[in-house]
Nanobody, 115 residues
Framework: QVQLVESGGGLVQAGGSLRLSCAAS????????MGWYRQAPGKQRELVAA???????DYADSVKGRFTISRDNAKNTVNLQMNSVKFEDTAVYYC?????????WGQGTQVTVSS
């Protein structure tokens, strides 16, 4: 079994910063992709950022230059540093792990950006 536990969500003012963390536990294969998705009310879940175990990254256009994803392979953790947040970044953020053609999700953490 694989479990993903997120932390770090909360309320932040527009223009501020927030850091999300996710820890994966269980049977984790060394070759995998971890990432963050988000879902705002009334919208579909969308990719925010992803990082492979080799360090390759991918970002949604809307967060490029503002968000940074990083990971610690030894600890099976992934972080999302969110800078210069905007009101439209408000959403539930989900940690994601993809390996062996299987996808795992965390329970989600709320990020609310206030004006």
């Amino acid at each position: 079994q694989v479990q993903l536990v997120e932390s770090g969500g909360g309320l932040v003012q527009a223009g501020g910063s927030l850091r999300l963390s996710c820890a994966a536990s269980g049977s984790i294969f060394s070759i995998n992709t971890m990432g963050w998705y988000r879902q705002a009310p009334g919208k579909q879940r969308e990719l925010v950022a992803a990082i492979t175990s080799g360090g390759s990254t991918d970002y949604a256009d809307s967060v490029k230059g503002r968000f940074t994803i990083s990971r610690d392979n030894a600890k099976n953790t992934v972080n999302l540093q969110m800078n210069s947040v905007k009101f439209e970044d408000t959403a539930v953020y989900y940690c994601n792990l993809y390996m062996w053609s299987l996808t795992y999700w965390g329970q989600g953490t709320q990020v609310t950006v206030s004006s």
